[in-house]
């Protein structure tokens, strides 16, 4: 179900480009989404189809095709536990399996390479654009299932694109308020599984003469590694670094199993700052498998980091009680992992 939107161009309009025009005049789409919607074939000058650098006249009438607010349609798969995405700029659909779902709150495992959320930010207040964007995402699955109406389509906390598992969403502003808080003052206790380079040895903390722990943080576990780094970025730089000047950052991590060159890790981050098990596991000397950002090293099986958020325990954010979810590992991960057991033949 789609609604028409039709603009005048006044004197004062004459000689602008159109995407220039529609994002001074719409208030809350950024030009980039006018872009992708202009060439999409969903805005029309007197009726006819035009490019986003066509030069507007006097007198023009401007066509606007958007979805409407409320047409998200639920499309339900064939097998229990997922449902299906759909978009008008996507192929097929994707389907997303669903770990839990109540009134309150909905986890579901997310699959590696699928966006959070737009990149952009017109989807912030127009969620209904997360349809029209060229990738899907969970914010456009989520806007989907009737969640439109939240901020951020009751998103929570976010995963890299690259990056599987569990994310939580609420269903309520209530609740979207109450798992914010938790995850803030880091109540709510994440594990990931991840494969990096090279034979972890024995208990160690990074870097060894590191003693102090983050506000609400308790002592490293026998069996854990700790690696404990300030993080943050260079002024215009992407990568994220360890920095003397960047923000405290804990974390624990385990060996679960080794085969010479690679290892297979449970993780804990006890900090959320932006690429903190990548870059941390990194200043360790053990750099995700799969990781290009952080290691230049060739990456055999590997088409993304070979991270999973595999655990969440928390709080219900309604019934309080105690909530342990956990997500199966993605069959990319556990390909990985079998491709060094057959290459190296030790474990």
């Known amino acids: 179900m789609k609604h028409f939107k039709e603009l005048l161009c006044g004197e004062e309009d004459r000689g602008q480009r159109l995407d220039l025009f529609l994002a001074r005049h719409e208030e809350g789409f950024t030009r980039s989404f006018w872009q992708r919607l202009i060439c999409a074939g969903q805005v029309g000058v007197n009726g006819d189809p035009r490019s986003p650098d066509y030069r507007l006249r006097d007198g023009d009438w401007v066509r606007v095709r958007l979805p409407e607010r409320a047409c998200g349609t639920r499309l339900r798969s064939g097998s229990a536990g997922s449902t299906r995405l759909w978009g008008p700029a996507w192929g097929a659909p994707l389907e997303i399996p669903v770990l839990y779902e109540d009134g309150a709150l909905l986890a579901v495992n997310k699959p590696p390479g699928l966006l959070v959320h737009p990149l952009g930010q017109s989807w912030l207040r127009h969620p209904e654009v997360a349809l029209w964007e060229k990738e899907p995402s969970l914010a456009a699955w989520l806007f989907q299932r009737g969640l439109g109406g939240l901020p951020r389509c009751g998103l929570v906390h976010r995963l890299d694109r690259g990056t599987s598992g569990i994310l939580l969403a609420a269903k309520t502003v209530r609740c979207q308020r109450v798992l914010e808080r938790a995850f803030a003052a880091r109540q709510v206790e994440k594990f990931y599984r991840v494969l990096v380079w090279g034979k972890v040895p024995g208990r160690r903390r990074y870097p060894p003469q590191s003693s102090g722990y983050p506000p609400g943080i308790q002592r490293t576990p026998a069996c854990w590694h700790q690696v404990e780094h300030p993080l943050g970025r260079r002024s215009g730089h992407k990568r994220v670094e360890v920095l003397a000047s960047g923000r405290a950052s804990l974390t624990q991590f385990r060996v ?41 090293q060739a990456q055999p099986g590997a088409a993304r980091p070979m991270l999973h958020a595999w655990r969440l325990r928390f709080f219900h954010p309604v019934s309080k009680r105690r909530m342990v979810l956990t997500a199966e590992l993605p069959q990319d991960f556990r390909d990985c992992w079998d491709l060094h057991l057959e290459n190296r033949k030790i474990c």
Do not use: F, N
């Open 256 to 296: 679960l199993k080794s085969c010479g060159e690679v290892s297979h890790l449970e993780v804990r981050p006890m900090t959320g700052r932006t690429h903190q098990i990548r870059v941390h596991l990194k200043a360790a000397g053990w750099p995700v498998v799969g990781d290009a950002l952080y290691s230049r």
